[in-house]
């Protein structure tokens, strides 16, 4: 369970455990704004940046996008959990009113991302794209690190499960939207990237407006200080075991999830051989997200009234892994759309369940967001990996069927490891 520092006799609200549920339509507007930051981070990498690559680079386009995906996740390994520190130290004042410590960081970083991708549409170059999509990783990274604390801050412990189901709905259904709105609503690359970085501003933007965001007394602050913020990025595996298992359990999962996402649109045109893959990527995507629609927030809500957390991270897992045998082993259209769809059902049990899990182990209410920045790093990390791994395994090691034969076995042990919590059930 999430500890508080045990000197102070009395909590501000911004540190205090909460207990008095959220409303419908708190939740409504997180919903939105993570859909914003998830169509920032997704659109490109499935759509937008495949095309510019290929553009740029049609010889080595798959290992030219593994660079430059690769060196995005490295940026967002190391911005997510410094933008959760800093943000679980901010106090801001500004004409003598306190403000926050999150959504000046949801805020900015909306803004100076959707800057970043307008850059980012202009290059012409590898490099240029390389370091477009780092500046926009950092941004949208500051805001994740910011909206992510937003639960264990504001929502108690048993509506968590549901609340992370709607919050963790967007991260399918950004692409969704994402890849409509740059392929049947607007045409041409640098058109995509416009349209995406205003769709972000439009949607993240309401939730730091209209909902409260307590400020931090200057006295609970954590020392703010180069030597003590790097040292507090280490989280003792032997102090805090639980939260080490959760981190391991997510980092491996998100492996599988990377390994088996990253090259989907050219294992529709090279694997499948289908005539539109990029048509076929919509339908997939489609597919994957009513998939995960239907479960996500239902298994939330069923692991909140049970109490169980673990049994259903360890089935979203199996039936995962199902999905990426079956492409595995029949790497055509129709096993292809059955194979979406239940791996949606089985990421949305999964990014629900496993969401509010990490909640109950966080070490420290003073470093919520930086806590949660570092288990960002293994949904980071893997974006890092996983180019690494599966454009050798395509090219020199099997091709696409050992691709997906790696995604399940890495995702089973991964969900499997959830057993080693001891503090949640």
Request: net charge positive; with cysteine; glycine share 8%.
């Amino acid at each position: 369970m999430t500890t508080v520092d045990p000197t102070p006799t009395s909590l501000p609200a911004a540190l205090a455990e909460p207990h008095v549920p959220v409303r419908r339509n708190w939740v409504a507007l997180i919903f939105a704004a993570n859909l914003g930051v998830w169509m920032a981070f997704f659109t490109p990498i499935q759509v937008l940046l495949p095309q510019q690559v290929e553009r740029i680079a049609p010889a080595d386009k798959e290992a030219m996008l593994a660079v430059v995906t690769g060196l995005g996740a490295l940026a967002a390994v190391l911005a997510n959990p410094l933008a959760g520190a800093l943000s679980d130290r901010t106090c801001l004042r500004l004409g003598g009113r306190e403000f926050g410590r999150r959504h000046v960081w949801t805020a900015g970083g909306g803004v100076l991302g959707a800057l970043a991708l307008l850059l980012l549409a202009r290059q012409q170059t590898i490099a240029g794209v390389a370091l477009g999509w780092v500046a926009a990783q950092v941004c949208f990274n500051a805001m994740l690190a910011s909206l992510t604390a937003a639960i264990p801050d504001r929502v108690p412990v048993t509506q968590r499960g549901g609340v992370s189901g709607w919050v963790g709905i967007p991260q399918a259904l950004g692409l969704v939207v994402g890849a409509v709105l740059v392929t049947a609503v607007v045409t041409g690359n640098a058109a995509g990237y416009a349209a995406i970085a205003a769709a972000m501003l439009v949607l993240s933007l309401p939730f730091t407006l209209l909902t409260a965001d307590d400020p931090l007394p200057r006295e609970h602050r954590p020392a703010l200080r180069l030597r003590t913020l790097a040292a507090s990025m280490w989280i003792s595996p032997r102090r805090h075991p639980d939260f080490a298992w959760a981190w391991i359990t997510r980092f491996l999962v998100q492996i599988g999830n990377a390994l088996g996402t990253l090259y989907l649109l050219y294992f529709l045109t090279d694997g499948v051989r289908h005539p539109d893959p990029e048509g076929a990527l919509l339908t997939l995507i489609l597919l994957y997200t009513l998939g995960m629609i239907l479960t996500a927030v239902v298994a939330g809500m069923l692991s909140d009234r049970s109490g169980r957390r673990k049994i259903y991270v360890i089935v979203s897992g199996l039936v995962m892994a199902v999905a990426a045998l079956m492409l595995a082993i029949a790497p055509v259209w129709p096993v292809a759309i059955a194979a979406a769809l239940l791996l949606g059902a089985g990421y949305g049990v999964y990014l629900s369940v496993d969401a509010a899990l990490i909640t109950e182990v966080l070490p420290r209410a003073t470093d919520r967001a930086k806590d949660l920045g570092v288990i960002n790093i293994a949904n980071s990390a893997p974006q890092v990996l996983g180019p690494a791994i599966s454009a050798p395994i395509v090219v020199h090691l099997g091709g696409y069927p050992a691709l997906y034969a790696v995604t399940a076995v890495i995702t089973v042990f991964g969900s499997a490891l959830v057993l080693k919590i001891r503090g949640v059930r």
